[in-house]
């Protein structure tokens, strides 16, 4: 592919992963881990490298801090294949970070967002936004200032001749504040898991949520975990189930590894179903090691791994 097919905008971050704690910490008291990892965080940065490991020409725009914390994301992003041309550095911001405390299967999670609150629309390269196919955003609720420029984005990028695409990922505030009429018409592919189109619509089920976005919509691909993923085109509507996993480690990234799947194939040209089975793929892919970005190696290693799963069938 060409180097220059997909934009991802974007937060970025660092995680600190403490696991095998003996239990939650308490406010005066010292608990030790049993291992710790620093590995590239945020949504937007594990779609980004996993669409640049499975062949798309990858570039990011983003902000990071002038610190150590940023220099190691920048060599991370680049050690993947990601153009990092467009990511600038703030003197006045500290690079975001996010301590992730893993208890078995489940994890507490605090953030310092830092710089990636000040990524604005200036910071978007609009005179070269043209030589990109495509602009995918993620994870809207906590970049403050450019989310209240969503709509002129989107709106901007398909003037430019680009297609788009967004993942608002979950809200930690809980108010959902997101005008999906105003922004969704000039998004060509929604992609929500299920909790938060649930959220966001405030909706019982996942068939009452769609009724509710669709007509604002053009391509929804709705994330649905372990039971794979829906598909709607106007009247087209595809149900794809999840590939079954031999050994499932943890689900940390899986609906960005599946946005990489899906994105990547429709830049091909597939077909609905082709673009979710894919998604599917890479969501499952992303399932077999630590963390969002670990399963997805050198392009032969993936090939490989893809494979087998496929052979595996699904769920
Ligand atoms: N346990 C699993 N087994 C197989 N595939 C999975 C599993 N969990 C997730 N996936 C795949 O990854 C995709 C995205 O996962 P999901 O958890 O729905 O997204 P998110 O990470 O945004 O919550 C799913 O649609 C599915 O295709
Ligand atoms: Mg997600």
Known sequence: MAAKDIL????????????????VPEIGKEILAHDMTLTLGSSSAIMASNIAALGAGTSF????????????????????????TRITRSPNHKTGATVVMNYDQDRANVTFCGAMEALGLEDIPWDNLHEFRHLHLSNFFIQKKLRNDIVELFKKAKSCGVTTSLDLQWDPAGTWEFDHQACLPYVDIFLPNEAELLALTGSHNAEEALRQIMPHAN?????????????????????????????????????????????????????????????????????????????????????????????????
């Open 8 to 23: 991802v905008v974007g937060e970025l971050n660092v995680d600190l992963i403490m696991s095998g704690m003996p239990s």
């Open 61 to 84: 725009c983003g902000k990071l801090g002038s610190d150590y914390f940023g220099d190691y994301i920048l060599g991370e992003l680049q050690g993947r294949g990601v153009d990092t």
């Open 219 to 315: 391509t929804i691909a709705l994330k649905l975990g372990e039971k794979g993923s829906i598909g709607i085109r106007g009247d087209q509507r595809t149900e794809m189930p999840a590939f079954k996993i031999a050994q499932f480690v943890d689900a940390i990234g899986a609906g960005d590894s599946f946005n990489a799947g899906f994105i990547h194939h429709c830049l091909k040209g597939a077909t609905l179903a082709d673009c979710l089975k894919h998604g599917n793929l890479a969501g499952a892919l992303n399932t077999t090691a630590a963390g969002g970005t670990g399963a997805f190696a050198d392009r032969a290693t993936l090939e490989e791994r893809m494979q087998a799963i496929l052979k595996n069938g699904s769920k």
